[in-house]
């Protein structure tokens, strides 16, 4: 293969940050094989500090001593930064291409209060830093990886696959953590079990500061089933059946069953084109990062309640099956119905009873889909009473039918 000239790279990446330009402002960093900045078309260095005091930079390089592919990494607050290396004809580092940061998914204010309210941070600095972290673009996980791919072809002239990717919690990843067992055919699947769960716990709980203590989703997904013994279509089947339990987790941990979904929806669609084994493990890993964040982030906003509302908010969704009232959540926290009523429209900006219908929806929802309970069942558990009621409800909240929402959603699963 040759390799391109310095002069052929140079206008490739010109031309690539043009049409990156073309979809929202990314930023480009170039440092040396040191890890000197060269050069950037960010408009300030904060960002440059940042990776830098992640320890990621030091990371990359020396992954750089073993490895060609891209590398995308994580730091606080969910900033994924993308490394793309440039060699020279002894297959020594030149350069190093850094594209970032960028946020998969929205960040909470909350999030952001708690990130720059370090004490490391300068209080008269903290606006400013903010207003920063403001200018992080959003990109679908999804997306970025083709710009990372795209990015490294700039360099190398050379196509590579998503799966060709490696992620920061890869790189000292463990062996598959599943032994042999020889009364299972091989596999110990109450151990398989445990960890599933735990995966799907830290979506979850939202916990985002601790998923290094378990392996990775493609980790989960490879000891179910290893790649060697099915087919590539049996493999789609287990990622969709992953990503389906990933998406109720999600729900679980707060997020509205349509949000979840239709989140969830993207990831099955790339699913279902993946040509390769390697591609779909890398196509889950992105997906359960993106979940991960939703939910911490969602936790986050819900903070914004006072104790009184935020306990009211949490008892509604988690009784929507209960007769609840206006008069029944006043007595639990000990105010009267109307300052109760005035209280939680201020904070949540809908009334009680508005909140209430879109909790019981959401659970709704979250039946028809997860199991085959009648319609009427369903109707009655919500306290909707009479079904051609509860269907207009339902239509109203979520643009269709239940027996269509439920038809719908269970064939995507």
Request: neutral net charge.
């Amino acid at each position: 293969m040759n390799r391109l000239s310095s002069a052929e790279i140079k206008n490739r990446l010109e031309l690539f940050v043009e049409l990156l330009h073309c979809n929202g402002t990314m930023y480009l960093w170039q440092y040396n094989s040191m890890g000197t900045l060269i050069k950037s078309n960010a408009p300030h260095i904060i960002f440059d500090t940042i990776i830098r005091s992640s320890k990621i930079l030091d990371q990359a390089l020396d992954y750089s001593k073993e490895n060609t592919k891209p590398l995308i990494c994580s730091v606080d607050l969910g900033m994924i930064w993308a490394m793309v290396f440039q060699f020279s004809e002894d297959n020594n580092l030149e350069y190093m291409y850094v594209m970032g940061p960028v946020f998969t998914t929205e960040i909470s204010q909350e999030s952001l209060d708690k990130y720059i309210n370090n004490p490391k941070i300068r209080a008269s600095w903290r606006p400013t830093f903010e207003e920063y972290l403001r200018q992080i673009p959003l990109v679908p996980a999804t997306n970025f990886v083709k710009y990372v791919l795209q990015l490294h072809y700039c360099i190398s002239d050379t196509h590579i696959k998503p799966s060709d990717i490696t992620y920061d919690y890869d790189i000292n990843q463990s062996p598959a953590m599943v032994n042999d067992d020889s009364e299972t055919g091989g596999f110990n699947y109450a151990k398989i079990w445990s960890q599933e769960n735990s995966v799907l716990d830290f979506i979850r709980k939202g916990d985002i500061y601790s998923k290094h203590k378990i392996p990775n989703a493609s980790n989960i997904i490879q000891s179910i089933h290893p790649m060697t013994r099915v087919s590539l279509e049996n493999a789609k089947q287990n990622a969709t059946i992953f990503v389906g339990l990933c998406i109720r987790a999600t729900v679980d941990g707060g997020i509205s069953p349509e949000k979840a979904y239709l989140k969830g929806q993207q990831y099955l669609d790339d699913i279902t084109n993946a040509k390769t084994f390697a591609d779909i493990l890398s196509i889950a890993n992105i997906m359960y990062d993106d979940f991960l964040f939703m939910v911490h982030n969602h936790k986050y906003e819900g903070m914004q309640y006072s104790p009184e509302i935020q306990s009211c908010v949490d008892y509604i969704e988690s009784h929507p099956g209960d007769s609840l009232s206006i008069s029944t959540l006043a007595t639990k926290i000990g105010y009267t119905d109307y300052y109760l009523s005035r209280k939680f429209k201020k904070e949540v900006g809908m009334s009680i009873n508005s909140y209430i219908k879109k909790a019981r929806i959401s659970q709704a929802c979250y039946l028809l889909v997860s199991t085959d309970m009648d319609i009427q069942d369903i109707c009655d558990q919500l306290k909707f009473g009479d079904r051609s009621f509860f269907s207009k409800v339902f239509k109203k909240e979520t643009g269709t039918s239940p027996a269509k929402f439920r038809a719908e959603h269970k064939r995507q699963l």
